[in-house]
Every structure is written in structure tokens, then in C-alpha cells.
């Protein structure tokens, strides 16, 4: 690229961020990037401003003048000398700053070894200039970007440890008894781990389910105070009345079904007069 572009901006043609809600951070490597280069940095970003893998300098919001090493050459210069192109290779990279929403999801298993599915929702901040290298340092891009679904994988086996270490030793049936105990166990190895990166967690929501549907509802079913009998044949009768069969009711209350009634009477057949022979 040649040397034509003065303003370092986070922000696109179309005024759109690059960093958006899912990018952690962007690398900007550009040849053109030369002393007196305007870098503009917007309030909710960092900037890191890099050469040949050497940190120079962190920028907090507001516009800046470019120092660089090759300061004796102007931009027109360089480009006359290096046809084009600066010799001197920078990386400009913004660090999201807002508070970001993560969602990690998996399978523990229950005391009787059933698969509970969880779901995990957190925040996540850069909240200084410190932890931005820190995060740049410790957090390998994806390409030219870090963003939550990184963050996320990162993240996955040490929220599935926080949780099967209660899960695991629970019966099926009081895991949520145990849901507070659960979330703080998340939030502090989650938070231990993020801190490595520079990452600050916020808050943590996390819901532990049974995987399979029908677990769902017969546990919802007991929590209306049935009992666990009368809970499976309430599930049949539900099934059977989303099939349309009559016997429905009796499925729920647990009697048998009859088709028909009872005789009213008797009644002779066809021929019979009912009299005693030779009458």
C-alpha cells in the first residue's frame, strides 16, 4: 500500500467499528504508517502501537502524532526512496474496552451419571492500559482479530471443571438447590483465569438443565408436588391427549380404560320366543 494514508482509525467508511460487540481486539499492519501519521483512538478502545514485535507505546482515548523511528524521513521521502512502501513495519491494535457478553454451553453429569446441560453467561472488560497488554501478550490473534468465541474456548474447560466438581456429587434432583453455590464456584476460577489474560469478569449467570426433554418435564411435573409415580403417568396422559386418544384421563388417574357400558338387561335373540319348548 502506498504511503497515503495519514489517519489510524478503528472506525470504517461506513462509521462502523471493527471491534463491534464480539471483537476483543483488531491488528492493523500498514506500511504506511509513518511519523506524523494521526492515530485516533475512540473512548471505548485502547491502542498498542508496535514494530518489529516491540511494544512502543499504549494510547488512551484521543488523537495522536506518531513518533516512529523513522522520524528524519518525511512521508513523501520514503515513499520517493522506498517506491511506495516504508521500510519500517508497525502494528496498530485496538483493544475493546466496553463490557462484552460471552455464553459458554456444555454437559456435566448428575450423581447418577445423568447429562445436565449448562448454560453460562458472563461479561468481560479491558478496564486498563496494563491489562491490554496483558491481553495482547498472553491471547494468540485468530488472524487479525481476537473476539469472544475465542475468549470462550479458552475459557470452556475451566467453567466445566467450576461446575462438575458440585454437578458431579449432586443428585439430578437438588442441583439447583445447589445453583448459588455452583455460580460463585464459576465466578472464581472463571476469574482466576481470565485475570492471567488481563480480562476482568463481571457477572456470571449460569442454568444447569437435565439434556434430555422428558427429564425436564417430570421433574417439573414433581415440583407441582407429585409424586415420582404419578408424575410418569401424568407425562403418558400428556403424550397420549397430544395424540388425541380418549384414554387420556385414565392414563392420569390410572384406572383402566372400558369401551362400552354395561348390560341393562337381557334380551332374547332372533327366534327365540323365550317359552319353554313344546309350549
Not at 145 to 160: K, L
Amino acid at each position: 500500500m502506498a504511503i497515503t494514508r495519514q489517519v489510524i482509525t478503528s472506525l470504517q467508511r461506513d462509521g462502523t467499528d471493527m471491534l463491534g460487540t464480539k471483537g476483543l481486539a483488531v491488528k492493523i499492519a500498514d506500511e504506511s504508517i509513518v511519523s506524523g501519521s494521526l492515530l485516533t483512538v475512540e473512548s471505548n478502545h485502547f491502542c498498542v502501537l508496535k514494530s518489529r514485535g516491540a511494544v512502543l507505546n499504549v494510547y488512551e482515548t484521543g488523537q495522536y502524532a506518531l513518533t516512529t523511528p523513522d522520524k528524519p524521513l518525511l512521508g513523501s521521502i520514503a515513499q520517493g526512496f522506498f517506491g511506495g512502501s516504508s521500510p519500517w513495519v508497525f502494528e496498530v491494535i485496538y483493544v475493546n474496552r466496553s463490557k462484552l457478553l460471552i455464553r459458554n454451553q456444555g454437559v456435566a453429569t448428575s450423581a447418577e451419571m445423568a447429562e445436565m446441560a449448562y448454560q453460562v453467561d458472563y461479561y468481560i472488560h479491558i478496564d486498563s492500559k496494563e491489562a491490554a497488554l496483558d491481553l495482547i501478550t498472553h491471547m494468540p490473534f485468530n488472524g487479525n482479530f481476537i473476539d469472544t468465541q475465542e475468549v470462550a474456548e479458552y475459557a470452556g474447560p475451566a467453567i466445566e471443571q467450576a461446575i462438575n466438581q458440585i454437578v458431579q456429587v449432586t443428585k439430578m434432583e437438588s442441583i439447583n438447590e445447589h445453583i448459588t453455590e455452583i455460580r460463585d464456584s464459576v465466578k472464581m476460577h472463571l476469574s482466576d483465569f481470565l485475570r492471567t489474560f488481563g480480562i476482568l469478569l463481571n457477572d456470571v449467570k449460569v442454568l444447569i438443565v437435565p439434556k434430555d426433554e422428558r427429564m425436564r418435564e417430570l421433574i417439573s411435573l414433581q415440583a407441582i408436588g407429585l409424586t415420582p409415580i404419578e408424575a410418569v403417568r401424568y407425562y403418558l396422559a400428556l403424550r397420549m391427549a397430544e395424540k388425541g386418544l380418549v384414554s387420556a384421563p385414565n392414563a392420569a388417574a390410572g384406572v383402566p380404560f372400558q369401551i362400552g357400558g354395561s348390560a341393562a338387561g337381557v334380551y332374547p335373540l332372533a327366534g327365540d320366543t323365550g317359552l319353554p319348548t313344546g309350549a
